[in-house]
């Protein structure tokens, strides 16, 4: 496994792999990287002949300084872990090498981007894209793979590529993009880098989260939308240090919210709580059908 720093390097090697017919699976990360982190890798080793594995914390799409200082920053043990993988390049630039000068595109999907996260983080979605429009066209991939955990990035991401596809970029229209099911811990909390920065007793409390989740499934068998929204956020409420910020009910496809169970093939309920004093914000959502 090689660790690239810059982006001519980056696109030398992938362009030697596509003169062989090599196809390249990517896997973008934000580093700290855990389970959930490797699943991908690992499906992407299966899958493709390379795989390129980018660490970059990326500023655009913190909203809060803070939130962006406070980021566990690990690459010694995250390359470690990568070449136990099978790995083959990781990409960990600095920041003026990805930003040389302010990236001042805008992206616009609505609703998939205004809803949920993108209500909350304005801007966070903006830099998402930003960044991981800049790893497409650097790496120009066949397949690249991201967590189900960040359900609405998924389908943010998916906009993004379709509407390139539409403009005629030749690497959209290659690209496929592969979602992977969320890792969790035995407790059930769903795998994030931001665990790390959880107290004892905050990590201690997480779960109820999840739980409260997965009990809503079997409830939603018998009551409505809402009645099953309330339960949800009433049952993670109740547990002293966890406070829920926004949970939806939505069209897993559209991210628009239902108010009945018909209103979709396909629903999926998204969750924000704040976890402990700091606070730690936890995401996690679940399938209803
Ligand atoms: O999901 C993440 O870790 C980040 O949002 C991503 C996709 C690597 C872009 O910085």
Redesign the pocket.
């Known amino acids: 496994m090689e660790i690239i720093n810059s982006v001519k390097e980056l696109k030398a090697k992938v362009s030697a792999l596509r003169s062989l017919n090599k196809t390249v699976g990517l896997v973008?990360?934000?580093g700290a990287l855990h389970a959930g982190?490797a699943s991908l890798v690992s499906r992407s080793v299966q899958e493709n002949d390379a795989t390129v594995v980018?660490v970059?914390?990326?500023p655009t799409?913190f909203n809060d300084k803070n939130d962006l200082q406070a980021y566990p920053r690990t690459l010694d043990a995250d390359c470690e872990l990568l070449s136990s993988i099978g790995a083959t390049y990781v990409f960990a630039p600095s920041v003026e090498e990805v930003y040389p000068e302010p990236d001042t595109r805008s992206f616009s999907y609505p609703p998939t981007d205004q809803v949920m996260e993108g209500a909350f983080r304005p801007g966070h979605f903006n830099?998402?894209c930003q960044?991981?429009s800049k790893?497409f066209m650097f790496v120009e991939p066949d397949r690249a793979y991201?967590?189900e955990?960040?359900f609405q990035?998924i389908a943010v991401?998916k906009a993004m590529v379709a509407d390139y596809k539409c403009q005629g970029a030749e690497w959209a229209k290659r690209l496929t993009i592969c979602p992977c099911p969320i890792i969790r811990e035995d407790d059930g909390l769903a795998r994030s880098?931001r665990n790390t920065l959880l107290s004892a007793s905050e990590r201690a409390i997480a779960p109820g989260i999840y739980q409260a989740l997965q009990s809503s499934v079997e409830y939603s068998k018998t009551h409505s939308v809402q009645e099953t929204h309330d339960k949800a956020v009433s049952e993670i409420n109740a547990i002293e240090g966890l406070e829920v910020q926004y949970y939806d009910i939505v069209n897993a496809l559209t991210l628009e919210s239902v108010t009945a169970w018909e209103d979709a093939p396909h629903i999926q309920g998204c969750i924000t709580v704040f976890c402990g004093s700091t606070p730690i914000r936890l995401i996690d959502n679940i399938k209803y059908k």
């Open positions: 973008p990360t934000m982190h980018s970059f914390v990326n799409q830099g998402v960044i991981v790893l991201f967590g955990k960040d990035q991401i880098s």
